[in-house]
């Protein structure tokens, strides 16, 4: 009789929670109101050709419809490969406009899969720090956040680019 619904539910009774995610359109559609106002739903996109379980959408064909997403939730987390490609060779491609159609749409966008000890692209010079402030101020776009097995890598990038010296 485990309920992952109930448990959030319950949770979030006790204990101010900040976000929740879930690949599942169903899922989140289901607290959506049942939760504080304060607690971001985000949807998390998988592979573009994987089938989202209670659409049966492609996450691919889901990416084209971002205003269904903002009916359930108020953010969505893409793989950064969704934003930026990067070819066979390991050559960053051009960037996508999933940034700004997700802003347009009134959806907040976090990038996933940073990590350190992955190969970078070769545009980044293999510098993790390089990688993290193309996604946070590169002059063309701004994600609102990223996801990272090593958070202070996001977080030294950050502070090397808006730190000031005397």
Known sequence: NMSMRKYILSVSRRVNVDYISSPEASFLTSISGRVSNNT???FRFLDEATL???TKETYGSMLKNLTFI???AS???VPKKYIWPVSPDNYLQPYTSIVDDAHKAGLEIYAADFANDFTL??????DPLTESLSFIDNGAFSVDGILTD???TPSEAI?????LPY
């Open 159 to 163: 502070g090397e680019c808006f730190f």
């Open 121 to 126: 692209s070769y545009n980044h010079s293999y």
């Open 150 to 152: 090593f958070p202070v």
């Open 40 to 42: 971001k739903l985000v």
């Open 52 to 54: 989202e379980p209670s």
């Open 75 to 77: 953010g969505i987390l």
């Open 70 to 72: 903002k009916t359930f």
